[in-house]
């Protein structure tokens, strides 16, 4: 039995996006719950899919002593504040003081935070960590798919490890594959003796690190395949393009007992993903493409709904969720049978409610980010549901998430149908939609503010899916963003330019 620390804090930064993430964000439960610290940690973190429980039940069943310390996440967005970073990390931080000395630390942390004074947020709070709890101390980490894995993560961490699926479906079994090699390291076996990390070349967009299709799911089974004796644990996260920093990009990270088959494995896999380059490409449709190709085939009448992916909208990249582009397509091209959500807009849930169902309300929906060249969508619309905002996700995602997005609205204008939250969150569970009173199989056509994630719960009912490029923060193409502090010589995108800072 072993006395381990636990603790973790999540969130993917997009350095594009409008709004920052504040002490007060990582404070409020939405999908998942609030800031959470000390003893009360083990009660929220239950029956969730993510790392850190996965990691509880697995150390439990094997009778080791759990010292929770801190766990809190908030919605990607832009820079995380200072005052929240430097909060938090000192909460975390005295935690660890008070508890030391442990046999092992768990961190189960995202991988991608950017403050508005930090690069590297998981960096520097594994550096002062190491420097608090010295060389020696086992630092065992879960980290996101799209994790930017930097050179002081890879150095301060004893071991990372990283999801394999996106959607991320496997967040609670990385918990359990991280505290099965913590537990194989406290025995003395010789599982992370030795490390070896490659940065690779290139920035992927999220749309085509899809883990269902090609080239990751090919990519992903041969990564499963190779860890094997003497290798304790591979992980190769594609990295979060939308991320205007030096180590932005995919990684490779190989631990196991034997040097050169742990450096041999890690360059085999690098040239791997190389060599896949050019197939993480896909099309981009643009709005009223995309509905009018929808339309077309609900108009065959096979019955199964066209998802439509909004994806530059899409709050698990960062943005606000509140656009209207895709909206406003349907609306023109008379889309009845139309579905879109999340629309995050807390004043038009508001309305709702106050107005009640059955009643129209003349309203300006969405854009409440104030996005240069975007407005309101100026409307009448009918109210026809208006509900809590509370209830329990379902689908392999969020599966099991206490959902507590604010009040919520099912809004109709012009036969379309919009879905209104008062809390942004990826429309990525079919609960979302059942909450309104609306059954996802039943629609022709479903407009979702999501790049990837929905496909865990919505991709087995339909009939097609198309990436929509509506207007919105998060870009799809890695190539048109303005990169400033990226590390020379990396491609933005698949087979693309170099980066070359000016």
Known sequence: MARIAVGGWHHETSTFAPTKATYADFEKPSGWPGLSRGPVLLEALQGINIPVCGFLDAARAEGHELVPLL???????????????????????????????????????????????????????????????????????????????????????????????????????????????????????????????????????????????????????????????????ISVPLGFPLADIRDCGPTVQVYGADEAVVNRTADRLAQMVLEREGDFAGKLWEPEEAVAHAMSVARKGRGKPVV???????????????????????????????VLGLLND?????????????????????????????????AAYKVERAVSGAFTATGPFYAGSRMQIGPMALLNVGGVRVVVSSLKQQCADQEMLRHVGLEPKDQKILGLKSSVHFRAD?????????????????????????????????????????????
């Open 71 to 233: 766990w809190c996440e908030a919605s990607p967005s832009a820079h995380v504040a200072k005052d929240a970073y430097e909060r938090i990390a000192a909460m975390m931080l005295e935690d660890l003081k008070r508890v030391l000395p442990v046999d092992a630390l768990y961190l189960d942390l995202h991988g991608a935070m950017v403050t508005e004074h930090l690069e590297d947020g998981e960096g520097e709070l594994l550096a002062r960590i190491r420097k608090l709890a010295g060389p020696e101390l086992p630092i065992f980490v879960s980290l996101d798919f799209h994790a930017n894995v930097t050179p002081a993560m890879a150095r301060h961490a004893t071991a990372l490890v990283a999801y394999r699926t996106y959607p991320h479906v496997d967040m609670a079994e990385t918990g359990l594959r991280t505290a099965a090699l913590m537990s194989r390291a406290l025995k003395g076996e010789p599982v992370v003796k030795h490390k070896a990390y490659r940065q690779l070349p290139f920035l992927i967009p999220i749309s085509w690190q899809c883990t269902l299709i090609e080239p990751a799911v090919s990519i992903y089974r041969d990564v499963g395949a190779m860890e094997r004796d003497p290798i304790g644990s």
């Open 346 to 378: 807390p004043l038009a849930a508001r309305a709702a409610h106050a107005a009640g169902e059955g009643s129209e309300i003349n309203i300006g929906l969405g854009e409440g980010s104030k996005l240069p060249g975007h407005a309101p969508f100026q």
């Open 308 to 338: 439509l992916a909004d994806t530059q909208d899409n709050p698990g990249a960062g943005a606000d969720s509140d656009t209207t582009g895709l909206l406003r397509a349907m609306v023109k091209l008379k889309a009845e049978g139309a």
């Open 458 to 502: 919505f991709q087995p009912l339909a009939e097609e899916i198309l990436v929509v490029a509506a207007p919105g923060p998060s870009t799809a193409d890695s190539a048109l963003l303005d990169f400033k502090h990226l590390r020379e010589g990396v491609r933005t995108s698949p087979l693309g330019k170099p980066f070359r800072r000016n």
